[in-house]
């Protein structure tokens, strides 16, 4: 694997070769400002890279496989901590850091899309899925804020401004949901 540079489009090093080689690159995501980025592999391994010097971190998730195999990833920051979010095919979602993981109450079915924000200073992940919900998490206290969010078919991607806005993307359309005002 290779860093490169966008703007001038050619390799800036590459990563850690010390990193023992786990298959194609299935999903990314950065964390930390932008300096650590995370991957999801083929094999559902999911590992940290310092994006500042190519190092690898570490494994934050082993290989899975089946209904374990994991398909859509997120990253955030909680207060100094790492922190790589996983769903699978049997509608898990798990939080992984170097500390072990965490489960929180998934979905029914594969969870296909994943996107992290910090709203009014609290690091949130958002989750969608075959089961046509989105749910939003508070990732310090690990638990669901407000209510599921049901769509008319199986939600496909997820994206979450800092505004605390959300993107839904579901079967042929796309919806953009924002909070309630303060009362």
Known sequence: MVLWDPVRGDVVEGLDP??????????????????????LHDDSSVRA?????????????????GGAQRVSLAAATVGERLVAVTGDW?????????????????????VWALASAVVDGRPLVVTGGDD???????????????????????????AMASDGRLVVGFGDDIAVLAPRPPA
């Open 90 to 110: 049997s509608g898990r979602v798990q939080l992984w850091d170097e500390a072990g993981r965490a489960a929180l109450v998934g979905h029914a079915g594969p």
């Open 18 to 39: 010390s990193a023992e080689r786990v298959g194609a690159v299935v999903a990314v995501a950065v964390a930390d400002g932008g300096s650590v980025g995370v991957t």
């Open 132 to 158: 046509r919900v989105v749910r939003v998490w508070d990732l310090v206290a690990r638990r669901q804020v407000g209510s599921d969010l049901e769509f008319p078919s199986e939600v496909t991607a997820v």
């Open 49 to 65: 890279w310092s994006l500042a010097d190519g190092r690898c971190r570490g494994q934050l998730a082993p290989p899975a496989g």
